[in-house]
């Protein structure tokens, strides 16, 4: 999860639960404050509870772009694009040296 939300393909937050809309939204950890506001309704709300505990619960949420590829079936595609791009790459650099007279050798 920290390298996912390192790249931007999700964000941490806290749940919210809205009383008055019933609005089960989303709050980014940077927008959030000591008291719960719906964004739809502006009405008082609360951070969901882990196990209906004191403590808040962090939750995460896929960026739009990524949910959008899973609701389409493209992630594993998108995957595999970007470890073809680490792998040629990695190619460059390891021909690059070879030109420059070092060896790379695999651990």
Same mark, same amino acid.
């Given at each position: 999860?920290? @390298?996912?939300?390192? /790249?931007?393909?999700? &964000?941490?937050?806290?749940?919210?639960?809205?009383? /008055?809309?019933?609005?089960?939204?989303?709050?980014? =950890?940077?927008? @959030?404050?000591?008291?719960?506001?719906? *964004?739809?309704?502006?009405?008082?709300?609360?951070? /969901?509870?882990?196990?209906? %505990? %004191? &403590?808040?619960?962090?939750?995460?949420?896929?960026?739009?772009?990524?949910?959008?590829?899973?609701?389409?079936?493209?992630? *594993?595609?998108? =995957?595999?694009?970007?470890?073809?791009?680490?792998? @040629?790459?990695?190619? &460059?650099?390891? %021909? &690059?040296?070879?030109?420059?007279?070092? %060896?790379?050798?695999?651990?």
């Amino acid at each position: 999860m920290e @390298t996912a939300c390192a /790249q931007g393909w999700e &964000a941490r937050g806290l749940g919210l639960d809205c009383d /008055q809309c019933r609005l089960h939204g989303f709050i980014p =950890l940077h927008a @959030t404050s000591g008291s719960a506001v719906c *964004p739809a309704c502006f009405a008082s709300a609360l951070y /969901q509870r882990e196990n209906n %505990k %004191k &403590a808040v619960e962090v939750v995460h949420r896929l960026n739009a772009f990524i949910d959008r590829a899973v609701d389409d079936g493209l992630l *594993p595609h998108l =995957l595999v694009a970007h470890r073809k791009n680490v792998v @040629t790459r990695l190619a &460059a650099v390891s %021909k &690059a040296l070879d030109r420059a007279g070092f %060896k790379i050798v695999a651990s």
